[in-house]
């Protein structure tokens, strides 16, 4: 019963403390490793955060906020399935890939690129 307690109270305390600091917690991301697949896949339309694609739509936190891409989530399900000019990379890259990338975009973000 105490273990269970414990599991429990340690669910909400994450949960409050990633509410209060979304971006925080990267449990498992690797930054360098999604810097690599950045740099690979995604600098070429993405160079500095920006987007020669659609300009208005940049990998900048106003942007990311604005078009509610601001999530881990978010940016994973645009990597994965792509969306109107952006491809899909499902299949092109792993799972652990996809989540590094996201954590890697969300941290430029917040640095300002």
Same mark, same amino acid.
């Given at each position: %019963?105490?273990?269970?307690?414990?599991?429990?109270? #340690?669910?909400?305390?994450? =949960?409050?403390?990633?509410?209060?600091?979304?971006?925080?917690?990267?449990? !498992?991301? /690797?930054?360098?490793?999604? !810097?690599?697949?950045?740099?690979? $896949?995604?600098?070429?339309?993405?160079?500095?955060? +920006?987007? &020669?694609? *659609?300009?208005?739509?940049?990998?900048?936190?106003? !942007?990311?906020? @604005?078009?509610? %891409?601001?999530?881990?989530?978010?940016? @994973?399900? @645009?990597? =994965? *399935? +792509?969306? $109107?000019? %952006?491809?899909?990379?499902?299949?092109? #890259?792993? /799972?652990? @890939?996809?989540?590094? &990338? !996201?954590?890697? &975009?969300? /941290?430029?973000?917040?640095?300002?690129?």
């Amino acid at each position: %019963m105490k273990k269970l307690l414990l599991a429990i109270g #340690l669910a909400i305390a994450l =949960t409050l403390f990633s509410s209060v600091f979304p971006h925080s917690i990267t449990l !498992a991301a /690797d930054l360098a490793n999604g !810097a690599k697949v950045f740099s690979a $896949n995604c600098a070429a339309c993405h160079a500095g955060g +920006g987007n &020669v694609v *659609n300009r208005a739509k940049t990998l900048k936190q106003e !942007a990311l906020e @604005q078009y509610e %891409m601001a999530s881990l989530e978010a940016i @994973q399900q @645009q990597v =994965t *399935n +792509g969306k $109107n000019a %952006m491809p899909a990379f499902k299949g092109r #890259l792993t /799972d652990p @890939q996809i989540e590094d &990338v !996201a954590a890697y &975009v969300l /941290d430029q973000a917040e640095k300002g690129w």
